[in-house]
């Protein structure tokens, strides 16, 4: 109980985010040594000291989500899912709430316009449910659309609903009762804790959980710069299958996914062909995903040395291995200088392991 008061703490406190919360503990062993020596981190990267999550805030939160008959899985303990932990930003806490089985079983996900036409919800419902019989559990966002018809399509065979709020908050409205169901026979799955109503920014978060936790994603209908072209796209950084259905174009809803095929996105037309590109990956057993520490032991940085990686930083993200090449110092050193500087509030974290200093 003290471990999980302690790791809400620390990943609920401003400026810690996945990337930080996992460098923090692979550093320091444990949430609690963390808590303390963030203060010192903080001064040390040029900031005030973040202001850490009261104990009390913490033990209030776990009271309600048990109380909603939903609990907690922890990054680096046995039932966190092993593909999502793969993930480099992969949720240090994710709250569920439903059947824990389906973490067991090989997923796909399925994602989709909000606005879909009724032809492609009619194939999403029915892929759902041709790929649940196959075994494949199918993961979506509870979205309108799509979302909703792979939910419906796959309840009966096991689905998983990543949302973008809270668990207790069902968004949109109209998805209350489904996401009721969902936590009945299926499994919800949310990364804010509870109360917490949805907001623009939590969309993408809740995206990369969607494409983490599957072995591939399947977009039916998307307009270009959507948000099922960002899981998509989320789906090939976490090194994912991505697939698509072709649609005409004449459909602005059809461009996504046609210009995913023509990027080199697998064309599918039916469970047949999801199955033939997941398959060779096979079952994903539930195993204990361990935090991933440094690449070498992390050291203590002098000013001079904070002085020339701060140097190298700028408003443009660069990749952190360039910076360890330029600097010339340990994987670890420049690890820990970029986790004081992020504590401080003046380091930005980018996709593909990139960095810029805060505007």
Known sequence: MKDLVDRLRLIRSPTIGPVSYRHLLSRFGSAAAALD?????????????PRIVPRAEAEREIATVEKLGGRYLLLGQGLYPRLLAEL???????????????????????VGARNASAAAC?????????????????????????????HDGSLASGTIAVIAGGLDVA???????????????????????????PRARHFPYRNRIIAGLALGTIVVEAAP????????????????????????????????????????????????????????????????????P???????????????IEELLGPSAVPIDEIVRLSGMPSGTVQLVLLELDLAGRLDRHAGGKVSLTA
Do not use: W
């Open 37 to 49: 020596a963030l203060p010192d981190l903080a001064r040390r990267g040029g900031g005030a000291a």
């Open 88 to 110: 480099d930003n992969a949720p240090p806490v994710i709250t569920v709430k439903g059947d824990l089985t389906l973490l067991d079983k090989p997923s796909a996900a399925i």
């Open 122 to 150: 009619r194939f999403s419902r029915g892929l759902a449910h041709d790929l649940g019989a196959e075994g494949i559990v199918v993961v979506s966002g509870l979205a309108r659309g799509i979302d909703s018809a792979a």
């Open 171 to 197: 968004y949109p409205p109209e998805n209350e009762e489904r996401q009721r169901a969902i936590a009945e026979r299926g499994l919800l799955v949310a990364e804010m804790p509870p109360g917490t109503e």
């Open 225 to 292: 710069r959507s948000g099922s072209l960002i899981t998509a796209r989320l789906a090939t950084e976490a090194g994912r299958e991505v697939m698509a259905v072709p649609g005409s174009p004449l459909d602005p809803r059809a461009q996504g996914c046609n210009g995913l095929i023509r990027d080199g996105a697998t064309l599918i037309q039916n469970a047949a062909d999801v199955i033939e590109v997941i398959r060779p990956f096979g079952s994903i057993a539930r195993v204990a995903s361990p935090v991933i």
């Open 294 to 308: 440094f690449e070498h032991p992390a050291t203590d940085a002098g000013n001079d040395e904070r002085a020339r």
